[in-house]
């Protein structure tokens, strides 16, 4: 769905004032939930929004205006065929986003985004049996893979760097970090 768990937020909160990206990427931001989050504790960062679904831009109002601070840029895509320099950023936002897609391209698609250049890379996504279909004629908001914590714990791990976790009651949530 293209809302997230309330859980593991405060968590990502601390990690991302702790770091203060000036860019930041964010994957499937769906309503904005970590942009509405993280924006009013650091001025000035350069927000990127790669979505697939194209209707969500509008319900959501995830374009910036005048008056109100979303997303500077975004970008109407699959984030597999995405352009790599959108992973050079401080932070790249994985949240409630991984498991629509298979596993293999999960797993591909990190070690892509450590490959261009990503400082940090923050996770969420459910660590228990969470089955979804389409939603909202969404046909992206289908869960195709069932992530388990220690899964991804593995697959963090195996791209170097330092990896934090914090494993919930529902969702699973993980700041990976180049330094």
């Known amino acids: 769905m293209p809302t997230s768990d309330a859980e593991g937020k405060d968590w ?13 990427t964010d994957i ?5 939930t970590y ?7 650091h001025e000035g960062v350069w927000w990127t929004a790669i979505e697939i679904h194209k209707p969500y831009i509008a ?6 205006t005048k008056t109100r601070r979303m997303y ?13 320099h959108l992973f050079h950023r401080d932070l790249v936002v994985c949240g409630d986003v991984l498991e ?3 596993r293999e391209d999960a797993v591909a698609l990190l ?15 459910p660590i228990v049996e969470s089955v979804q279909g389409e939603v909202d004629g969404n046909p992206h908001e289908a869960h195709l893979y069932q992530w388990d914590a220690g899964d991804m714990d593995r697959v963090l791990a195996s791209l170097g760097g330092y990896v ?16």
């Open 35 to 41: 942009a509405r989050l993280f924006r009013p504790t």
């Open 111 to 125: 070690q892509r985004i450590e490959q261009v250049g990503a400082w940090n890379i923050l996770v969420s996504l």
């Open 59 to 64: 319900k959501y109002k995830l374009k910036s």
């Open 164 to 179: 934090e976790a914090m494993h919930g009651g529902t969702l699973g949530v993980w700041w990976w970090s180049r330094r």
């Open 100 to 102: 629509h897609m298979p």
């Open 28 to 32: 499937g931001p769906g309503e904005g």
């Open 12 to 24: 990502s909160l601390e990690r991302f004032q702790r770091h203060l990206p000036d860019t930041v």
């Open 72 to 84: 500077d840029e975004i970008h109407v895509e699959d984030v597999r065929e995405s352009e790599g």
